[in-house]
């Protein structure tokens, strides 16, 4: 069409909070079940009905004060993995059942429960275009807020997550023609350790 940038679309889309789907797996369930147990995958809204999600990097830069090489300082970036949260609006006990399972299997002595998150983003074109999967395991989840209960509104209930290193899974978007993008994913594989223990 006239008047089209190269590279534009027609539909000019961009992405809005409900454009996602979270998923909860705990990874070894402690006092409540045998050590190294998994559970089935859980929905957000198995929990509640998910109000608000957050993901955020954990990252700091370390940086030199030389007083040779002109005193240009040399900057390097530290990863320190991801937080997020997470708000529910309460339907059932649920919540309540997944912080006393931490608690307890922390008295227990079974040490922390771990989760993998598992985040889905849809393409803000439909679902039809796609989706970007994006994997938070061995993450930390702790309840932050139980909720206040007063007279007729709503109880909220809010949890926070912390995860040592996120992992793409797939990216399904039909519009990935982008150069710029594709040459992204490139970089990404080669970055990507030969083994995961390295």
Known sequence: MAGLLPGSQVFAAFNIGKDMALSIQLQNIGSVAAKGATTSIMNAVDIGILESYSCDPVNSVVETDPINLGGVPVVRAVEKGWQGRFSIARTSSAGDV?????????????????????????????????????????????????????????????????????????????????????TLQAAIALALPSSPNV
């Open 98 to 182: 997944l912080a006393q399972l931490f608690q307890e299997s922390y008295y227990g002595g079974n040490g922390t429960v771990l989760a993998q998150i598992t985040h889905v983003i849809f393409d803000p074109q439909g679902y039809a275009y796609g989706s970007t999967t994006l994997q938070y395991p061995n993450s930390v989840i702790r309840m932050v807020k139980g909720g206040d209960f007063t007279g007729e509104a709503k109880v909220t209930q809010e949890f926070e997550f912390r995860c040592p290193r996120r992992e793409s899974v797939t990216d399904t978007t039909a519009d990935v023609t982008s150069q710029a993008l594709l």
